[in-house]
């Protein structure tokens, strides 16, 4: 059930209530599944500052790094060969990227990525082919 707009202000008190309550459920559900995940990273102020500097929003603490759709969105914001990032970190897909870090959050895996898109624009970076 997705509602927006207008119809949101005419939902009777028995749906309200509903969405309310299935929206508490998800929130709850979500911190249990982030009990097993690393929150807290030397990184962390780094990281809001290169996604500010390339006005980019980084995901919620608590999302896994499963939740892949957060690096496609910041691949495709910034014009990254996603091929090129996955060859330098060493793997051939996404799946096998979060695999390497099972408990590294969603924040920390676009983190990693915005480090490496900084590195890669800075003056004077070259690919050295292999």
């Known amino acids: 059930m997705n509602i927006r707009g ?16 299935k929206a508490r459920l998800s929130r709850e559900a979500k911190k249990l599944a982030a009990e097993s ?7 962390d102020k ?9 006005g ?5 603490m608590l999302s896994a790094n499963t939740e892949i759709k ?9 014009d990254i060969d ?6 330098d970190c060493g793997v051939k897909t996404l799946k096998q990227l979060v695999n390497l ?7 920390a895996e676009v983190g990693y990525m915005l480090e490496w898109y900084d ?9 050295i082919d292999k």
């Open 6 to 21: 207008e119809a949101l202000k005419n939902i009777s008190p028995e749906m309200r209530v509903q969405m309310q309550e």
């Open 46 to 54: 780094h990281w809001r500052a290169l996604a500010s500097k390339y």
């Open 119 to 127: 590195d890669r624009s800075s003056e004077g970076w070259q690919r």
């Open 70 to 78: 957060y690096i496609k969105r910041i691949c495709k914001q910034l």
């Open 101 to 107: 870090n099972p408990t590294f959050t969603a924040f």
């Open 82 to 87: 996603i091929s090129e990032y996955l060859e």
């Open 37 to 43: 995940l690393k929150t807290e990273y030397a990184d």
């Open 56 to 60: 980019v929003r980084l995901p919620q």
